[in-house]
């Protein structure tokens, strides 16, 4: 079974630019979530989907981060513009309901100059 | 609101040796509680999950934890460690109903020395 795929591994970008993040689940988890996780800390979640629609969003900074599911499977995240504070690795996880165990995909180390 | 607290940054333990790595909780209503293991430059993996009923939880790679309710604690053991356990462990907790937003830990570096 193919596990959670995102895309890119790695990303470096100056402060104010933008960048995307893509995650595809794995196949037939309805619920998704992107979490942010800075270097010594525990993920911190910042969004979470079932199939298109969000759930619970009350730790997305809402004014730079944008995320949508559109067709209920991929997904993409955004942060429009970046600040230093956004360097971590931005995980992606999945599962078959928000009661079961979420699978993570490899993440995506973003370094914010 | 619901926390979890790992209270080391980091465990040594001698490969062949018991290991534990220890997690305290604290929600308003019934926890689930989870272990997640990180290699370095991978996601997180799933371990083990407690949900319900025994209090001792099995899950991959030999590892268990016991549920301990009067002492709010999770902890993560394994009787005989090896070199390959060496990671960062996270414990997670979420309550049983209504929230659906999983709180994890600052996580563990796991050492095993040969």
């Known amino acids: 079974e193919a596990g959670v795929a995102q895309s890119p591994r790695y990303k470096i970008i100056e402060k104010r630019q933008s960048v995307a993040f893509w995650c595809n689940p794995i196949?037939?988890?309805?619920?998704l979530y992107w979490y942010q996780q800075i270097l010594g800390q525990g993920p911190k979640l910042l969004i979470q989907?079932?199939?298109?629609?969000?759930?619970?969003d009350s730790q997305l900074p809402k004014d730079r981060f944008s995320a949508e599911r559109l067709k209920g499977v991929d997904s993409t995240l955004k942060i429009q513009p970046a600040k230093l504070e956004d360097s971590a690795v931005y995980l992606c996880?999945?599962?078959?309901?928000?009661?079961?165990?979420?699978?993570f995909g490899p993440g995506t180390r973003l370094t914010v100059l | 609101a619901q926390s979890v607290a790992q209270p080391e940054d980091q465990v040594n333990v001698a490969e062949g040796n018991p290991l534990t790595v220890k997690c305290t909780y604290s929600?308003?209503?019934?926890?689930?509680l989870f272990w997640y293991v990180q290699y370095p430059n991978r996601g997180l993996q799933f371990l083990l999950k407690?949900?319900?009923?025994?209090?001792l939880v099995k899950g991959s790679y030999g590892f268990e934890a016991e549920f301990n309710k009067s002492q709010t604690s999770f902890h993560l053991k394994k009787p005989s460690a090896l070199v390959s356990d060496s990671a960062l462990y996270f414990c997670?907790?979420?309550?049983?109903?209504?929230?659906?937003?999983?709180?994890f830990g600052k996580g563990t570096k796991l050492s095993v020395i040969p």
């Open positions: 996880a999945s599962s078959l309901s928000s009661l079961n165990e979420q699978f």
């Open positions: 196949s037939g988890h309805a619920t």
């Open positions: 989907f079932q199939n298109n629609g969000v759930v619970d």
């Open positions: 929600v308003s209503g019934n926890p689930y």
């Open positions: 407690y949900i319900t009923g025994d209090n």
């Open positions: 997670a907790v979420r309550i049983g109903a209504g929230s659906y937003q999983l709180t």
